[in-house]
């Protein structure tokens, strides 16, 4: 992609404004607690101290929006205290220059940094360097610097003491998260009638399980809708594939194909019903078609073979996910292996998920991880902190009284990746430019006095609230209407804070955007690797359901599942470095566009037939499969090699696999499942090795997968 058009798709994608869900009473309760805090500043009658604690509550409110899993009054919390370390140190500094640009270089870097442990943690970090960057402007001595510290922790206390007393649907974004994953469940068995190869989008249950890691107080108080649906959903996928599938499920045609649409439209019904009961904590209602088609039919269309022991598996699955749902009172289940995973200590059916205290030492494991020079997380850090420096210093010599907004603006856009920090520059802009077109002209047609100016921020903050998922221009333009009337709270003339505050942006984004020009991390060369990584990982899944078909008795359910998690985290890295290379201005250097699409459906393919495998693994006391071992013994090599072949843009050649199997398939034993999922596991590697090669593919039973 070319800079011209680079820039076009990043100005209009900051630009657009988009329809969505809104949360007009959380938007309520947060802006009651901005409006407290300032209401209370000004009734003991200090103008100063309304706008500095004002700055504490927006943003200990703004975090907890955040789709985070974490209870929203630590959230608050958290982001509070950390706001009043940046607001301590920065008061201390800012009366000497050369000291608070130190300061602000060092912190910012940290800021930077919390990226590598999350985007909710790295939106903290820009709020408290905002925060630093605001209190240049306030006083500077020591007790002057507590106390605006303590009404800066204060604003955040009174968000999380809102949350606690006045509760908005609670548990409501980890209902969101598996009635979202079971609707998408009930998607694919839709599109599974009509294409049997149809791709799933694995991203919804990751988003439920993140949603199921609990603390051990949310343990306790869980309800009990969110106990079991989700380990179904897990184990209802791979069945719905493996019946679905022409290979090992139901033929392409006839009476079985019909039998097995019939089911995947009931899965979807009853799906979408016990989706709708946990999203909104109803019973769920079941229409009486899909009930009937659920039951074994005395006569007609019967299924043979592996799809009839799916269609067995899917009945018993679906009618468990009605029973846990409508359960009426809470029970503690024993844990399924579909609840196990990587990652935390396991206390019952929960996933249990470490304390704040707990979290430091994965914090810093993050961070370790991180600090090399070629991490896209440390190069943000350092262009960020370099940035906010220079910014300052340019501001400062601007013949302007508010400098710091150059840098807090080139702050508040910068992201690690390319094209959020272009579309959030430019949304930047532009919502600068009608925030304070809007909020000046109400300061000179109205010439409000401080509490109508108090009264009218807090108009702007939930608004901003109310519309925040709607675009960054949204946003924007809603936070300077309010950073206006916040100065008018402090006597500042509206004329010079219109002027300061379009140049000084204007500057600030230059700034972000040519920082990333200059000292970009392209997404682009890291291609190959996300790449050689998601095969490594499919391959590890691969051979972990391989390994309990060669090996029953000594299967270790656990490995299987850990595989699968592995797989998924991998998919997601390679969708999301795909997505960042395809609006990156560079060459693609040794992977086109194309070659990684046609390398992705590949992958995808055989993550799908590893998952039908797995949907029949055998009980410990079946025979072993010979012929699974030895393809499993050859898939182990052939993959290490195939994997560093990836990396290095060299070829991939699965002849000595192909020959393994061929043995395999004349053996006279069990021709089952691991056999035939395994000729389609062969087939996806070859269209792997078509893609990296550059030869055209032919048409073949993998397209669209």
């Not at 630093?132 to 306030?138: A, D, E, F, I, S």
């Not at 694919?188 to 199921?212: E, G, N, Q, T």
Request: charged share 20%; with cysteine.
């Amino acid at each position: 992609m070319t800079w011209s058009r680079a820039l076009r798709e990043a100005a209009r994608s900051g630009l657009t404004i988009e329809r969505t869900k809104l949360t007009p009473l959380i938007a309520v309760r947060g802006t009651a607690g901005v409006a407290i805090v300032i209401g209370l500043c000004l009734w003991l009658g200090d103008a100063a101290l309304a706008v500095s604690s004002a700055f504490g509550a927006f943003s200990s409110g703004l975090v907890t929006f955040q789709r985070s899993m974490r209870p929203r009054p630590v959230l608050a919390l958290a982001v509070a205290g950390a706001l009043a370390v940046s607001t301590f140190l920065g008061y201390l500094a800012a009366a000497h220059v050369v000291v608070f640009v130190l300061l602000l270089t060092g912190w910012t870097l940290m800021a930077g940094m919390a990226w590598a442990i999350g985007p909710v943690s790295g939106l903290a970090g820009t709020q408290t360097v905002a925060m630093m960057l605001v209190t240049v402007t306030l006083p500077t001595s020591v007790p002057g610097a507590l106390e605006h510290a303590a009404l800066i922790f204060f604003g955040g206390l009174v968000q999380a003491t809102l949350i606690v007393v006045f509760p908005v649907r609670p548990w409501g974004i980890q209902r969101d998260a598996l009635a979202d994953a079971l609707a998408a469940e009930a998607d694919y068995a839709r599109r599974l009638r009509h294409d049997p190869i149809a791709p799933f989008d694995p991203v919804p249950l990751m988003d439920a399980r993140s949603a199921a890691t609990v603390t051990p107080r949310q343990a306790r108080h869980r309800p009990v809708q969110l106990h079991g649906p989700r380990g179904l959903a897990e184990r209802v996928r791979p069945v719905l594939a493996s019946l679905a599938d022409p290979v090992v499920g139901a033929p392409t045609e006839g009476p079985e194909r019909d039998r097995a649409r019939a089911l995947l439209a009931a899965a979807a019904t009853v799906l979408d019903a016990v989706a709708h009961a946990v999203r909104h904590a109803k019973p769920v209602r079941l229409p009486p078609e899909a009930m009937a088609t659920l039951e074994v039919p005395a006569t007609g269309p019967m299924l043979n073979g592996a799809a009839r022991r799916s269609a067995y598996r899917l009945i018993s699955l679906l009618a468990d996910a009605v029973e846990f749902t409508d359960e009426p009172v809470r029970a503690t289940r024993p844990t399924t292996e579909a609840e196990r995973g990587q990652g935390g200590r396991e206390e019952g059916s929960h996933l249990l998920r470490p304390s704040v205290p707990k979290l430091v030492p994965v914090a810093l494991r993050a961070l370790r991880r991180e600090t090399r020079w070629s991490s896209h997380t440390f190069r943000h850090a350092v262009r960020v902190a370099v940035v906010a420096a220079i910014g300052y210093l340019l501001g400062t010599g601007m013949p302007f009284g508010h400098g710091y907004w150059a840098p807090l603006a080139s702050v508040m856009v910068m992201r690690p990746d390319f094209a959020q920090t272009y579309s959030r520059g430019v949304a930047r802009f532009s919502g600068t430019l009608v925030g304070v077109a809007i909020g000046g002209t109400l300061m000179a047609l109205a010439h409000p006095g401080v509490y109508a100016s108090a009264a009218l921020a807090v108009v702007c903050v939930g608004l901003m609230y109310l519309l925040m998922r709607t675009g960054f221009a949204v946003t924007s333009a809603c936070v300077t209407a309010y950073v206006v009337f916040l100065l008018g709270i402090a006597g500042a003339g509206w004329e010079q804070t219109v002027a300061e505050r379009i140049v000084l942006t204007l500057v600030g984004g230059l700034l972000a955007m040519l920082s990333y020009a200059l000292f970009p991390a392209w997404e682009t060369p890291r291609l190959r690797d996300r790449l050689a990584e998601w095969l490594a990982a499919n391959g590890q899944y691969a051979l972990a359901v391989l390994d309990r078909y060669a090996r029953p008795a000594e299967g270790r359910p656990r490995q299987v599942r850990e595989a699968l998690l592995d797989t998924r985290a991998a998919r997601v890295a390679w969708e999301e470095s795909e997505a960042r290379a395809e609006k990156e201005p560079v060459r693609h250097r040794g992977l086109s566009l194309g070659a990684a699409k046609a390398a992705s459906a590949a992958l995808a393919t055989m993550g799908r037939v590893t998952m039908i495998m797995e949907a029949h693994l055998p009980d410990r006391n079946a025979e072993p499969v010979i012929g699974a071992a030895a393809f499993a013994g050859e898939l182990r090599p052939s993959l290490e090699r195939a994997v560093q072949a990836v990396r290095d843009g060299g070829d991939l050649d699965w002849s000595a696999l192909r020959t393994v199997w061929e043995r395999w398939d004349a053996a006279e034993e069990n021709q089952g499942v691991a056999l035939r999922a395994s000729d389609l596991l062969l087939d996806a590697l070859d269209e792997l090795s078509e893609a990296l090669s550059g030869e055209p593919r032919e048409p073949g039973a993998l397209d669209g997968a």
